[in-house]
């Protein structure tokens, strides 16, 4: 069992620090069950609530440990909400306190919920596994710049638009290219056709008449 002493609460309660929130709230009373105004502060997990702003010695504590910050919708005369204590399996105590507005008492009810020791403490487990989540993500980027991929030789590299690529000729490549093969078949020509070559080749139908070769013109003197 956790022993209180009141002068440190009382102490803590009026500390310069400012509070996680602080500001009006109604609270059921235990043996009078009327809402009563009381003025409440917020420190870590420790609810203080006094008879108005500003007491020196606060009228109670709430430590919020082992409890569980739940809606009170059976209630209509505030924006009520409640904090249940568990123990052994089984529901203890209860408060029952409310706020003037839904925007007050959803504030009030999210800074309660994630208040409690326990709560903090799987806070601090999270965010330990995201630090060593991210060292280990660093640590294999750093890896990686340590050993940057290493490019191909250059002879197996070639570009791939290369192969595409047709061979071009300009006209004056194709003129000299035919000129060249007419020259050829000329000179062939007048070989083959040209003085005592042809008058053999031609005898019968020529006789003793005389050939004579002129340029590229082939003459036959009757």
Known sequence: MMKINERTLIQYANTRQVPDMEGWLYKRG????????????????LLFYAEKKGDKEPLGVIILEGCTVELAEEETEHYAFKLVFH???RQGRMYILGASSQQELEKWMKLMACSSYDFMKLMVVDL???IKELEIQQSSNLEDVANPPVAPPRATRHN????ARKETKTWLDIHNQIGAQIMRDREEWLNKYSGAAFAQEQGA?????????TGDKLLVVL
């Open 87 to 89: 123990g052994d399996g």
């Open 128 to 130: 330990q596994h995201k």
């Open 30 to 45: 235990e043996v009078n069950k009327a809402f009563q105004k009381r003025w409440c502060t917020l420190r870590g997990n």
């Open 205 to 213: 139908s020529v006789g003793n008449h005389e050939v004579e070769m």
């Open 160 to 163: 791939p638009f290369n192969s």
